[in-house]
């Protein structure tokens, strides 16, 4: 859901003074910091990196034309893996939560 904020467990607790928030304490002054931790928590749809000459994952190759048919491959295995495994994506994590809430 790339039109929602990212968050994990480490970034929620406000009264956790972990790295993630040092970071945010960083980032209101430093805007080379707000790049980084907008760049967690402002994910796109889709994320596709060269791992060997990027380790970082800091240049996303989703929209680079050249890899287009390898990120389909990708996703047709990714969508045959979800269909076997009974995972209907972001609406089961959608409707899980919901139930929690009850």
Avoid at 14 to 40: F, G, M, V, Y
Avoid at 63 to 71: A, E, G, L, M, W
Wanted: hydrophobic share 30%; no cysteine; proline share 7%.
């Amino acid at each position: 859901m790339p039109e929602k904020d990212y968050h994990n467990r480490f970034m929620m607790n406000p009264n956790d003074k972990n790295l993630w928030h040092s970071w945010l304490q960083k980032a209101a002054t430093a805007p080379e910091a707000k790049k980084l931790t907008d760049r967690i928590v402002k994910r796109p749809p889709v994320e596709f990196y060269d791992l060997e000459n990027d380790p970082y994952e800091l240049n996303n190759l989703a929209d680079d034309p050249s890899y287009q048919q390898k990120i389909n491959d990708y996703r047709v295995k990714l969508k045959a893996w979800m269909k076997q495994q009974g995972d209907t994506g972001a609406d089961m994590d959608i409707n899980h939560h919901k139930k929690e809430q009850h």
